[in-house]
């Protein structure tokens, strides 16, 4: 019986709680890349490194405010610093609309160019980042590091496996959860958030019913780019900072918001999670799990592991591809073009 | 001077024009419909009429002032109310929230207005909860009417309410749109099914080549055996 506990505590220490937090930074990462797809209708290639360029803001923050003896212990001090992040997003995200994308915005060009426009900006945003704070590692996490260790775990419980569970990773799925309600509120309920829905749902009976374009388009910035400000700052206390690493987080972000049906709020979320688990199931090692279930001879030789970690964003390229061949239209058939 | 009135309008979408000096007039309490051939420009004339399209001559009044430079924005304002031939609903909307865009504009309390929506188009309240996507073709169409009604227009404009509905439905349909004018609303519409259409209309416009061919009362046009050969199918 403790054999199949101790099993089952393993997957949860490296499957399951990994997953569960990986998924929530998907989700939110993802909501905003959908939300700009609904009202822009384009897809967001500088998302991650709008990510990237908040998470850096709320860094520097952190070390002014750790510099000058403030903090919250046992919380991150980045967490006070998170308004700012959030709010320096929100302002990059603004003046490059007003800058950039308003201009294509007024000719009504095609999708293709605001893509193309996102690479530029993206480049941009990338190039700020890395000249600010430069290409490397940064670990900005302070604070309280666990809830609970594997090892506190193992002393209550008398099994031979624990569960660690981070303060980051808690932080992160419960501010995610905090994020999506009100999200979700904001959408179905308030006025502004309806006429969001009725404008990426069907744009010319908006008008016509008298939503603002501009005041929809403004709306969609400051709430993606605070996704993205949230997002980036539990991605990087849970993990770390760098640049690259979050450039790169765009493909299972974008896979995420397509496999759940770009567009659609709840598809993001649900794509988040589907990415995440897969990654993390697909990479992990059961060698340590079969031994606990499988009788001693049959014990596995080898590591059991499908895909080496080195290899996991081509999870995400997987089932990105197989999505667009087989439901392009994602789990909550989102829009397709 | 009609309530609304599109005189001498000219113009088209790019440099070639589809309306020539084509007139149309409706008063409060009537219903006008705009009938005509394929490419003839009946929904054309409307989207003059509604702005969506620039005039290079004419004039458009509406109530007296004229409203020729006006945005369909501003027109749904001044009290006109347009219903798209397609894609007229908020498919992922429930219908009550496609009611609540339809007033989007509107400051005041609209729950007297939804009541009385919901009284001329009953099936409305029984599904107001449910997503208007997944409604019939017929039902979607009374969500897109209802919609309109929202903003409690003095005009309602109807591109093709009937479009991909049975008989059954397109003869509740026009009773709900006779009940609407007796509200002394100004109804206008173009119509694929002509014959049928003219039958509750009060006046019809004979379009062709985005000119006016025949004005008359629906019965006259019906009665017109020009009328009946060329454009009814006998």
């Given at each position: 019986?403790?054999?199949?506990?101790?099993?089952?505590?393993?997957?949860?220490?490296?499957?399951?709680?990994?997953?569960?937090?990986?998924?929530?930074?998907?989700?939110?990462?993802?909501?905003?890349?959908?939300?700009?797809?609904?009202?822009?209708?384009?897809?967001?290639?500088?998302?991650?490194?709008?990510?990237?360029?908040?998470?850096?803001?709320?860094?520097?923050?952190?070390?002014?405010?750790?510099?000058?003896?403030?903090?919250?212990?046992?919380?991150?001090?980045?967490?006070?610093?998170?308004?700012?992040?959030?709010?320096?997003?929100?302002?990059?995200?603004?003046g490059?609309?007003?800058?950039?994308?308003?201009?294509y915005?007024?000719?009504?060009?095609?999708?293709?160019?605001?893509?193309?426009?996102?690479?530029?900006?993206?480049?941009?945003?990338?190039?700020?980042?890395?000249?600010?704070?430069?290409?490397?590692?940064?670990h900005?996490?302070?604070?309280?590091?666990?809830?609970?260790t594997?090892?506190?775990?193992?002393?209550?419980?008398?099994?031979?496996?624990?569960?660690?569970?981070?303060?980051?990773?808690?932080?992160t799925?419960?501010?995610?959860?905090?994020?999506?309600?009100?999200?979700?509120?904001?959408l179905?309920?308030?006025?502004?958030?309806?006429?969001?829905?009725?404008?990426?749902?069907?744009?010319?009976?908006?008008?016509?019913?008298?939503?603002?374009?501009?005041?929809?388009?403004?709306?969609?910035?400051?709430?993606a780019?605070?996704?993205?400000?949230?997002?980036?700052?539990?991605?990087?206390?849970?993990?770390?900072?760098?640049?690259?690493?979050?450039?790169?987080l765009?493909?299972?972000i974008?896979?995420?918001?397509?496999?759940?049906?770009i567009?659609?709020?709840?598809?993001?979320?649900?794509?988040?999670?589907?990415?995440?688990?897969?990654?993390?199931?697909?990479?992990?090692?059961?060698?340590?799990?079969?031994?606990?279930?499988?009788?001693?001879?049959?014990?596995?030789e080898?590591?059991?592991?499908?895909?080496?970690t080195?290899?996991?964003?081509?999870?995400?390229?997987?089932?990105?591809?197989?999505?667009?061949?087989?439901?392009?239209?994602?789990?909550?058939?989102?829009?397709?073009? | 001077?009609?309530?609304?009135?599109?005189?001498n309008?000219?113009?088209?979408?790019?440099?070639a024009?589809?309306?020539?000096?084509?007139?149309?007039?409706?008063?409060?309490?009537?219903?006008?419909?705009?009938?005509?051939?394929?490419?003839?420009?009946?929904?054309?004339?409307?989207?003059?009429?509604?702005?969506?399209?620039?005039?290079?001559?004419?004039?458009?009044?509406?109530?007296?002032?004229?409203?020729?430079?006006?945005?369909?924005?501003?027109?749904?304002?001044?009290?006109?109310?347009?219903?798209?031939?397609?894609?007229?609903?908020?498919?992922?909307m429930?219908?009550?929230?496609?009611l609540?865009?339809?007033?989007?504009?509107?400051?005041d309390?609209i729950?007297?207005?939804?009541?009385?929506?919901?009284?001329?188009?009953?099936?409305?309240?029984?599904?107001?909860?449910?997503?208007?996507?997944?409604?019939?073709?017929?039902?979607?169409?009374?969500?897109?009417?209802?919609?309109?009604?929202?903003?409690?227009?003095?005009?309602?404009?109807?591109d093709?309410?009937?479009?991909?509905?049975?008989?059954?439905?397109?003869?509740?349909?026009?009773?709900?749109?006779?009940?609407?004018?007796?509200?002394?609303?100004?109804?206008?519409?173009?119509?694929?099914?002509a014959?049928?259409?003219?039958?509750?209309?009060?006046?019809?416009?004979?379009?062709?080549?985005?000119?006016?061919?025949?004005?008359?009362?629906?019965?006259a046009?019906?009665?017109?055996?020009?009328?009946?050969?060329?454009?009814?199918?006998?």
């Open positions: 019986m403790t054999e199949f506990l101790d099993a089952v505590v393993l997957l949860t220490n490296f499957v399951l709680v990994p997953g569960l937090t990986y998924g929530s930074q998907l989700a939110l990462g993802a909501l905003g890349v959908t939300l700009i797809y609904g009202i822009l209708r384009f897809a967001n290639f500088a998302h991650g490194d709008l990510m990237a360029f908040a998470t850096m803001v709320v860094i520097l923050m952190t070390w002014l405010f750790q510099s000058m003896g403030l903090g919250i212990e046992p919380l991150p001090t980045a967490l006070i610093a998170l308004p700012i992040g959030i709010l320096a997003a929100i302002l990059l995200s603004l490059t609309d007003r800058a950039v994308y308003r201009f915005r007024r000719k009504k060009a095609p999708s293709v160019i605001y893509i193309l426009t996102s690479i530029g900006v993206m480049f941009v945003i990338n190039g700020i980042v890395r000249f600010t704070i430069g290409p490397d590692d940064q900005f996490s302070d604070g309280a590091r666990f809830i609970f594997a090892r506190d775990f193992k002393e209550a419980t008398g099994l031979h496996e624990g569960i660690a569970l981070k303060l980051s990773q808690l932080l799925v419960v501010t995610a959860i905090f994020v999506v309600l009100a999200l979700f509120r904001f179905q309920k308030s006025r502004t958030g309806k006429a969001m829905r009725a404008y990426s749902d069907n744009e010319d009976l908006a008008l016509l019913s008298g939503v603002s374009p501009e005041r929809v388009v403004f709306f969609a910035w400051v709430i780019a605070s996704l993205a400000a949230i997002a980036g700052t539990l991605y990087g206390l849970d993990k770390s900072f760098k640049p690259f690493t979050y450039f790169s765009l493909l299972p974008f896979a995420s918001a397509i496999l759940g049906g567009g659609h709020p709840m598809g993001a979320i649900v794509g988040g999670f589907i990415i995440a688990f897969s990654e993390v199931t697909i990479t992990y090692a059961y060698k340590k799990f079969l031994r606990y279930l499988l009788p001693e001879s049959w014990e596995p080898s590591l059991v592991q499908l895909l080496s080195d290899y996991k964003f081509a999870v995400s390229f997987v089932i990105l591809v197989v999505v667009l061949l087989v439901r392009p239209t994602g789990i909550f058939r989102g829009r397709t073009t | 001077m009609s309530f609304l009135t599109g005189e309008m000219t113009g088209g979408y790019g440099t024009d589809i309306l020539h000096a084509c007139t149309i007039k409706v008063e409060l309490g009537e219903i006008v419909v705009i009938v005509g051939p394929n490419g003839a420009g009946k929904s054309t004339a409307m989207k003059a009429l509604f702005g969506m399209l620039n005039l290079r001559e004419g004039l458009v009044t509406l109530g007296g002032k004229d409203i020729t430079r006006l945005s369909p924005q501003a027109r749904v304002r001044e009290g006109m109310g347009f219903v798209p031939q397609s894609q007229n609903i908020f498919t992922s429930s219908v009550y929230e496609n609540e865009m339809g007033a989007y504009l509107r400051n309390d729950s007297e207005t939804i009541e009385q929506v919901f009284t001329l188009f009953p099936i409305l309240r029984e599904k107001a909860r449910q997503s208007a996507g997944e409604l019939s073709g017929g039902q979607r169409q009374q969500v897109a009417v209802a919609r309109a009604l929202m903003m409690q227009p003095r005009v309602l404009m109807l093709e309410p009937t479009a991909g509905v049975s008989p059954i439905v397109m003869g509740e349909l026009f009773d709900r749109i006779l009940e609407i004018r007796d509200n002394g609303i100004a109804v206008l519409m173009v119509e694929q099914n014959a049928q259409a003219l039958t509750i209309a009060d006046r019809g416009y004979v379009l062709v080549t985005g000119e006016n061919r025949f004005t008359d009362t629906g019965e046009l019906l009665a017109d055996p020009e009328v009946r050969r060329s454009f009814l199918g006998g």
